[in-house]
């Protein structure tokens, strides 16, 4: 069950948690901002990461509506959230992200896949291209203009 996490700045960072326990996904609200051309869901098991690109798109044009940690909770969290774009680490810890990204690619209105990884996109060969997607950033690579420069 996904909670959205209501507020800005700090508050929007908490975790949502569900009676149960934690589903692995976290949703933002998304204040009304004229500037906002992008909602983008972040897919990484490591917090630390998804804080600095937090970080990084709060002053862009992309708004993070959601976040997961684990294939799972982003093929929920796509379903329900709708995102633009989604942000995928390609090791996850319960499926592939080059898996969950075809899986979501078959999809009708698909969203936009960016995938992410620390390795080299020479490690994972051709099954880079074996997957649509908008691209691939290594992680030490990634700002704001190397994904404007994949999306339309």
Not at 13 to 38: E, I, N
Not at 52 to 60: D, K, Q, Y
Not at 131 to 137: E, L, N, T
């Amino acid at each position: 069950m996904l909670q959205p996490v209501r507020g800005t700045g700090s508050d929007a960072q908490k975790p949502a948690a569900s009676p149960g326990g934690s589903t692995g996904v976290q949703a933002h609200s998304v204040p009304h901002d004229a500037g906002v051309h992008r909602t983008v869901l972040v897919v990484d098991d490591h917090p630390a990461f998804r804080a600095g690109l937090r970080e990084m798109l709060a002053t862009s044009r992309f708004e993070i509506v959601g976040e997961a940690h684990d294939a799972a909770s982003a093929i929920a969290a796509v379903e329900s959230l709708r995102p633009d774009v989604v942000l995928l680490d390609i090791i996850l810890p319960d499926r592939d992200g080059l898996m969950v990204a075809a899986d979501l690619t078959r999809r009708p209105s698909p969203p936009s896949i960016i995938l992410l990884s620390s390795r080299d996109a020479a490690d994972y060969g051709s099954r880079l291209g074996a997957v649509r997607v908008r691209g691939f950033i290594q992680k030490g690579d990634l700002s704001v203009a190397a994904l404007e420069a994949l999306l339309p």
